[in-house]
């Protein structure tokens, strides 16, 4: 059996995924083996300082040690490694590439947003749906928001935009940016009637959790937004004790939920369906598109 690995570093946490990639009937599949989440939170220095401060950079050098050797350990035989926003915009991003491959022979690439947006498109998860509806794909990050549209299974369109969870909580999101994105949605689903939404990302996972519908159900906005106002009336302490969301969750959960209830009230989406896929699923799919289905014959 193959296995492959995706490494995501963004602007909250940095993640691992080590997938078993298996053939079957309509190409290849993958199974997610094992999954690391490690909560550096690069955004604070980038955001902030445009640098990513000397612990920092020793905290992410040795994560991908410890990465390099898990891959090593599990018999991974081809990988992708990116990098997202916080490294975008850090002045000694490229600086860093080139540490990690020097201690962790890791070959790391930093990204541009479009890109970004490619790779989590890459997952497909709009195939699982109903093709005949019009969907707003929302991925929110630490750095940065990716949204896509899909029209009967069809991408039409696609944009990054630097809004995202750790910039707001460090007031680095700008009203020009927030009027941009605005534009953007109305116009390319103005024209559209009953728009659904899809969302990914850890936030929307975990707030379809607390929501507790079934895997397949889609998520109201009225259910989410009642979800917002229970998390806002507790204090970060409380939601942290009372909740039982980890510290670095507690305090991006409130953003990224402002995020997407507002790109649903523009859209005019009642629903969201959140698949358990993102930026690291994304990943794998490319390294199966790359390396089996262009191959195959």
């Known amino acids: 059996m193959l296995r492959y690995a995706a490494i995501d570093i963004g602007s909250n946490a940095i993640r691992l995924l080590i997938a078993d990639i298996s053939k079957s009937k309509d190409g290849y599949k993958y199974k997610k083996n094992t999954l690391i989440r490690v909560p550096l939170r690069l955004g604070d220095d980038a955001f902030l300082n445009q640098i990513i401060s000397a612990k920092k950079t020793t905290d992410l050098v040795n994560t991908m040690l410890a990465f390099k050797k898990l891959m090593d350990v599990y018999g991974v035989t081809e990988y992708l490694a990116c990098a997202t926003s916080a490294m975008r915009e850090a002045k000694n991003g490229n600086d860093i590439v080139k540490l ?56 039409t369109a696609s944009k990054s935009f630097n809004i995202g969870t750790i910039r707001m909580l ?17 116009e390319n689903t103005d024209h559209y009637k009953k728009l659904a939404g899809i969302g990914t990302g850890g936030n929307i996972n975990k707030l379809f959790r607390m929501a507790d519908e079934k895997d397949s159900a889609p998520l109201s906005i009225q259910k989410l937004s009642s979800i917002y106002k229970k998390l806002s009336d507790f204090s970060l302490k409380d939601r942290i004790e009372i909740l039982g969301l980890n510290p670095d969750r507690a305090d991006v959960i409130i953003p990224a939920c402002e995020i997407y209830l507002t790109l649903m009230k523009w859209a005019e989406i009642d629903e969201i369906y959140v698949p358990k896929v993102g930026m690291a699923d994304g990943l794998i799919k490319v390294l199966i598109e790359e390396n089996l289905e262009k191959t195959k014959v």
């Open 170 to 186: 460090d007031h680095q999101d700008k009203q020009e940016t927030w009027d941009e994105m605005k534009a953007w949605v109305q």
């Open 100 to 155: 990690i491959k020097k201690q962790a022979d890791i070959n790391l690439e930093i990204i541009a947003g479009q890109r970004e947006a490619d790779i989590i498109y890459a997952n497909h998860v709009e195939k699982d749906l109903d093709q005949n509806k019009t969907y707003l794909y929302i991925d929110v990050g630490g750095g940065s928001t990716e949204l896509s549209v899909f029209v009967k299974g069809s991408l």
